[in-house]
């Protein structure tokens, strides 16, 4: 299974960006995309956005037009930037690859990054 590391977060004010990163080793050879997901306390996970391989990008409506992911197969990682960031997007935000079992690009949720944000 690949395991991802996630890095990037902290806390912010309303109205602040954070940028993400996810690194998982063997990410551009193996062309595996990238889903990311949040998790706010006493709420289940929930999921962010998609990034692919190829750089297509799908999001949850609660953060298109705010949040925008990239990657740079150079170093397998892929990003999450994160602007105009509200109290409600405060989570530990997770990533993993985006493969079935048995597929190479089959991965955990990593530890996770928390994000807070408050005034």
């Known amino acids: 299974r690949v395991q991802s590391v996630e890095s990037g977060g902290g806390l912010v004010q309303p109205g602040g960006s954070l940028r993400l990163s996810c690194t998982a080793p063997g990410l551009s050879s193996a062309n595996c995309g990238i889903h990311w997901s949040r998790q706010a306390p006493g709420k289940q996970r929930e999921w962010v956005s998609w990034i692919s391989a190829d750089g297509i990008t799908t999001y949850d409506v609660s953060v298109k037009g705010r949040f925008t992911g990239s990657n740079d197969k150079a170093k397998d990682t892929v990003y999450l930037q994160m602007n105009e960031l509200r109290p409600e997007d405060t989570a530990i935000y997770s990533c993993?690859?985006?493969?079935?079992?048995?597929?190479?690009?089959?991965?955990?949720w990593g530890q996770g990054t928390q994000v807070t944000v408050s005034a």
């Open positions: 993993k690859t985006d493969g079935v079992a048995s597929s190479p690009c089959f991965g955990d």
